[in-house]
């Protein structure tokens, strides 16, 4: 039986000659990080955060099984093998404390101005990409992430409004998770997805399992299917994200993510009545602004490289 590695080896060239395809994983990871944040918000009066932090890795680890077992022991004992568990655990440390920190702050803020915080994610992907994956970002790019992060800055407005703790934990975990998707990079050079979102799944679960023999909160049975919309959105927005950094460089994966600030501002607007300030829509559109600049300039950049 093919084993994972077997399968990406016969994948990385059809994946280079087919760049829409990270375009298509890209959108899917977009989707479902929206339907997972609207999971995590109509919790919010009854669990804390670190207790969906767990169940989403939890379930989401569950979820997998099947598959694993669909495709055979073989494929299974495969998978668990790896040189990388050093990379796989620092992939889930980052993962569980960005993920702590979004779902506190999606709890806690309106949904538009937590995914607009945490949409600086590309702006951290594309300034760590340059720095520890040495991928060529030129000077208008880095002009493009310094406008975005100045759209973080007329959120947030420190020294003019009180910055809570939630909205900085939305930009924080933004940063992180940035610096797990430059980990993912690394990783799929020679890991399969599949083995990447396992790794990530069962050591987070791990991770997050701690607190809850501390402090427990017992979801209602009303909670289910909240609790296995995250686990299952979670895991498949991440499966999407590793096949769409395998096909492309993070600098051009990065900016779709923007995308999810529409996505989430109307969700929050029709399911939670979010009615997001002036100041989150101003800062919003200098961090898209920063995105389609950065998309344009990498886009530029490809057909310089190949007429």
């Known amino acids: 039986m093919a084993s994972p590695g077997d399968a990406d080896a016969r994948a990385a060239p059809r994946a280079a000659r087919a760049p829409w395809a990270a375009v298509f994983y890209a959108l899917g990871a977009i989707v479902m990080f929206v339907v997972m944040a609207i999971c995590i918000r109509a919790l919010a009066d009854r669990l804390p955060a670190g207790d969906i932090t767990f169940y989403r890795n939890f379930f989401g680890l569950l979820l997998m099984l099947p598959f694993l077992f669909a495709r055979g022991p073989a494929y299974a004992r495969d998978l668990l093998k790896t040189r990388k568990f050093g990379l ?5 440390v980052l993962t569980y404390a960005a993920v702590l920190a979004y779902f506190y702050a999606v709890t806690k803020i309106p949904l538009a101005e937590a995914i607009a915080l945490n949409s600086t994610l590309p702006i951290f992907m594309t300034a760590m990409a340059a720095m520890m994956l040495g991928e060529r970002v030129g000077l208008q790019r880095w002009a493009a992430v310094a406008f975005g992060f100045a759209g973080a800055l007329v959120i947030l407005r420190p020294g003019f409004a009180e ?3 939630a909205a900085l934990a939305s930009f924080a975990s933004a940063a992180l998770y940035a610096a797990a998707a430059i980990d993912v990079k690394i990783l799929a050079r020679t890991e399969p997805p ?3 979102v396992f790794y990530m799944n069962l050591l987070v679960s791990i991770l997050a399992a701690g607190p809850l023999l501390v402090d ?3 979801p209602r049975w009303s909670d289910l299917p909240y609790i296995l919309g995250i686990g299952a959105a979670g895991t498949l927005a991440h499966i999407c994200q590793s096949n769409a950094l395998k096909r492309a460089d993070a600098s051009f994966v990065a ?7 529409p996505l989430g501002a109307i969700a929050g607007f ?10 989150v829509w101003a800062g919003a559109a200098l961090i898209f602004a920063s ?3 950065i998309a344009r300039r990498e886009a530029m950049r490809r057909r310089a490289r190949n007429p």
Do not use: Q
């Open 163 to 165: 910055v809570s703790w």
């Open 216 to 218: 427990f909160t017992p």
């Open 194 to 196: 599949a083995r990447i």
């Open 270 to 279: 029709a399911l939670f009545d979010d009615r997001p300030g002036i100041w």
């Open 88 to 92: 796989l655990m620092l992939r889930a």
């Open 291 to 293: 995105a389609f600049w």
């Open 255 to 261: 900016p779709f993510d923007f995308l999810r600030l």
